[in-house]
């Protein structure tokens, strides 16, 4: 089930075009700078985007300038986990493991995962109740199992579904942004 969903809504996305990815990403990134948790939080965890995922490159950018502690995760592909690393300035990054942008290995400035007070991730599909289904890989799942600090996912609107399957491993997100709106996941 979670397969079907995962390539059904990952042929959608891949149908956008890069004019409407950008234009919904700078919808998404107003929203997240707006928002409370943002604007109060020191340290915060972005993914860097690839593809046709929200894209996260202004926003981290943006984040760097206004002086935010900017932290982006490094693969670990042998032990399926993600490394902390802060970042300073965007010519820090190079293509990584599955061909995302992460710190080049002279950058890298490892951190604990407790000096992070914001995460934004990825996803490919949330329900409203803020499960997501990523790309089945599981390096999430456990960098967030324990942790007690808001998650925000970044989405485009069609990537909301009413429910999706939850395994006992899975962790809900707090806040789902869409170019059209601010889903509080806990007020479902």
């Keep these: 089930m979670k397969n079907k969903v995962r390539k059904n809504l990952l042929l959608l996305r891949k149908n956008l075009s890069k004019a409407d990815v950008l234009e919904k990403s700078d919808k998404i990134k107003n929203r997240l700078f707006r928002l409370k948790e943002f604007k109060q939080a020191s340290n915060i965890l972005f993914y860097v985007s690839y593809g046709s995922?929200?894209?996260?490159?202004?926003?981290?950018?943006?984040?760097?300038?206004?002086?935010?502690?900017?932290?982006?995760?490094?693969?670990?592909?042998?032990?399926?986990?993600?490394?902390?690393?802060?970042?300073?300035?965007?010519?820090?990054?190079?293509?990584?493991a599955y061909n995302i942008l992460e710190p080049k290995k002279e950058m890298i400035k490892e951190i604990s995962f407790d000096e992070i007070?914001?995460?934004?991730?990825?996803?490919?599909?949330?329900?409203?109740?803020?499960?997501?289904?990523?790309?089945?890989?599981g390096f999430y799942d456990r960098l967030l199992k324990n942790t007690k600090v808001s998650i925000i996912a970044l989405a485009f609107e069609f990537q909301i579904i009413g429910k999706i399957p939850v395994d006992k491993h899975d962790k809900p997100v707090d806040i789902i942004i869409t170019e059209k709106r601010i889903i509080y996941c806990k007020d479902q």
């Design 53 to 96: 995922e929200v894209c996260t490159h202004e926003m981290i950018k943006e984040a760097l300038s206004k002086n935010k502690g900017v932290f982006v995760p490094v693969t670990n592909k042998k032990n399926k986990t993600l490394i902390l690393s802060k970042l300073e300035k965007w010519d820090e990054l190079c293509i990584g």
């Design 117 to 137: 007070d914001l995460i934004i991730i990825p996803g490919i599909v949330f329900d409203l109740k803020g499960n997501r289904i990523g790309h089945g890989k």
